[in-house]
């Protein structure tokens, strides 16, 4: 019988682990990383994080004709793809203005707070925000502001997720927290770059809707 890991992700379902308790301790990037479900049948309605070792997925990806998405169909849990090592040293939110794109830095927030008490987190908001979408920017801002150490805000018209992702590089942040709508662009730009000169090991990608 194939369980639920095998028919939503597009990669092979023993490369990603379901976390349905998981410590916010000080030693929660050792301790999740090393917490293994099994291959079983689970609730969707259980589970709070997928986590995949991107290194993985990037082999599975390099054996494709072309790169594809990383989830068949997406769902509302969370997945969290880290590389060499999983860190919140520096955290990089990709706000869009959109109820969306706040809903997923919202829940990073509540999901991780004891984690990132200590971070330095970046948020890129498009360059026009309608007044509508003002005040709900500044509450972000706030928010983030409240949960971690240092929080910068940049108005950046990035259109493509290669964006987010050559702006994360080169300011080595650990973490980029974006839309799982953007997963297929990302596959495409981790496909082409994944070991070449620009790779940066230390970024996870924090993928949500």
């Not at 997945?79 to 997923?104: M, N, Q, T, W």
């Not at 983030?144 to 080595?172: C, L, M, P």
């Not at 973490?175 to 770059?193: E, P, R």
């Amino acid at each position: 019988m194939q369980t639920k890991l095998d028919t939503q992700f597009s990669f092979p379902g023993e490369i990603i682990t379901p976390h349905t308790h998981l410590r916010m301790g000080q030693n929660f990037e050792a301790d999740m990383v090393k917490e293994l479900v099994g291959k079983k049948l689970i609730p969707n309605s259980s589970i709070q994080l997928y986590t995949a070792h991107l290194p993985k997925v990037l082999d599975w990806l390099h054996g494709l004709d072309h790169p594809k998405a990383l989830e068949n169909e997406p769902c509302e849990v969370p997945v969290l793809l880290y590389d060499r090592e999983l860190s919140f040293e520096r955290l990089l939110f990709h706000y869009d203005g959109s109820p969306a794109s706040a809903k997923i830095i919202r829940h990073f927030l509540t999901l991780f707070e004891n984690n990132i008490k200590k971070s330095k987190a970046t948020i890129i908001s498009p360059a026009f925000i309608p007044k509508s979408k003002q005040k709900e920017e500044q509450e972000i801002i706030q928010e983030v502001n409240t949960h971690t150490s240092e929080t910068s805000f940049i108005k950046f018209n990035f259109n493509r997720i290669g964006d987010f992702w050559s702006y994360a590089v080169k300011h080595q942040c650990t973490i980029l927290v974006t839309s799982k709508n953007n997963q297929a662009d990302l596959a495409k730009v981790l496909f082409h770059f994944y070991k070449g000169g620009m790779w940066y090991d230390r970024l996870s990608f924090y993928l949500a809707i």
